[in-house]
């Protein structure tokens, strides 16, 4: 199969009817952040209150390196990385895909952050931002991209492509939780938040 026709087959799926995505549990602003140790591309492990004892935190999820609106959302982050760093903020990016993948995805795109394994979505569960695809969909993903060799599961769950700053003391200071994985959060808006937060 050429490059071409994969890429037309995932733009393919990414074109299919979205699904009901429930975010009305989704952790919100002035929320306790909830703490997590999740294992990052090389397997070590990375705990949100150790990175929460240096400074600010931005944590975001991303569904996939297959995910063309998660690669350009992964690049539009590492560009503002140095000015994340400025205003004392830490990124972390969180997918279910195991680590060889998330691997292949920090390294294609140079990423100078971390990206960490959220295995079974068990941490997007607790921030409420985990969804399950439809038989249909769920079928379509697994003939195109076998989701369930990427993720270690074949729950056919995936994560919102969320994202939150958290301060020092855990408060979530802001939140972006958007059904819709065609959108992200925007960044200055983030810039914005840790200004506040100084």
């Known amino acids: 199969m050429s490059v071409k026709k994969i890429f037309l087959g995932i733009f393919f799926l990414l074109s299919v009817a979205s699904q009901a995505q429930d975010v009305s549990k989704a952790l919100k602003v002035g929320d306790k952040a909830i703490n ?3 294992k990052n591309a090389k397997g070590e492990d990375v705990t949100l209150y150790s990175l929460l004892e240096k400074g600010n935190v931005i944590i975001t999820w991303y569904r996939g ?4 609106y998660c690669n350009v959302a992964l690049n539009q982050l590492q560009e503002k990385l140095l000015e994340f760093k400025s205003l004392n903020a830490s990124l972390v990016a969180l997918t279910p895909e195991l ?3 998330s691997l ?3 390294e294609k795109n140079n990423l100078e952050f971390e990206v960490l394994t959220d295995l079974n979505n ?6 409420g931002v985990v969804f399950k695809l439809d038989d249909k969909t769920a079928s379509r993903y697994e003939q195109a991209l076998h989701l369930s060799v990427r993720n270690g599961t074949d729950s056919s ?8 700053v958290i301060d020092k003391k855990g408060n979530i200071r802001y939140a972006y939780v958007n059904p ?3 959108e992200r959060a925007n ?3 983030i810039i914005q938040e840790l200004r506040k937060i100084r």
């Open 104 to 106: 292949s995805t920090q």
């Open 157 to 164: 769950e995936l994560p919102v492509p969320a994202t939150y």
């Open 65 to 68: 390196g297959w995910c063309p």
């Open 99 to 101: 680590p060889d993948h």
């Open 187 to 189: 960044l200055e808006v």
């Open 122 to 127: 068990e941490v997007a569960r607790l921030y």
């Open 180 to 182: 819709d994985y065609k």
């Open 36 to 38: 997590f140790t999740l």
